[in-house]
């Protein structure tokens, strides 16, 4: 009996700790190879923003209630949010985003991620960065019908 359970010890600590290495390399392996963007530095672009204001030509719209806007960049990835004020992400869509000088791009290529609804953008969306500190950033975009919008996005983390 006391044989039969040392074996079963050992083989299930064993099982275990494959299992814990295993993990662990996964999640190495994950974060290693994130940051490829810059030669792995995107500056202060890096985290989780606000989107504190929008203005269309010239009129600041008003916050909406229940939830307000976020976009994340991490790596050549944008993420724009829908967030309910709970922080509980509503509606998000994926796409890329290039920086050139006080030029900005955000692409959203898929159909399948649906766009969330922040008045003015887009599939495919050009940026005049106007500011940009470490904490406060706004960003402009005028429209091929001649609408100007201004975005002010505030670093959450």
């Not at 079963?8 to 290693?32: D, E, Q, Y």
């Not at 960049?73 to 290039?98: A, C, E, H």
């Amino acid at each position: 009996y006391r044989k039969m359970m040392k074996h079963f010890v050992i083989t299930h600590i064993s099982a275990a700790k494959r299992r814990l290495g295993r993990t662990w390399m996964l999640a190495l392996l994950m974060f290693l190879p994130s940051c490829v963007h810059n030669g792995g530095d995107i500056g202060i672009w890096f985290g989780t923003w606000n989107i504190t204001a929008v203005e269309v030509d010239g009129v600041q719209l008003p916050q909406p209630q229940g939830y307000h806007w976020a976009v994340n960049f991490q790596s050549q990835i944008v993420q724009l949010m829908q967030v309910t004020d709970r922080y509980d992400p509503y509606k998000m869509s994926f796409g890329n985003w290039t920086e050139d000088a006080d030029q900005m791009q955000w692409r959203f290529g898929s159909e399948t991620w649906p766009l969330p609804p922040l008045p003015g953008i887009e599939q495919d969306n050009q940026f005049t960065i106007l500011e940009k500190r470490n904490n406060c950033v706004r960003l402009k975009k005028v429209t091929q019908a001649g609408v100007t919008y201004v975005y002010t996005l505030k670093k959450l983390v």
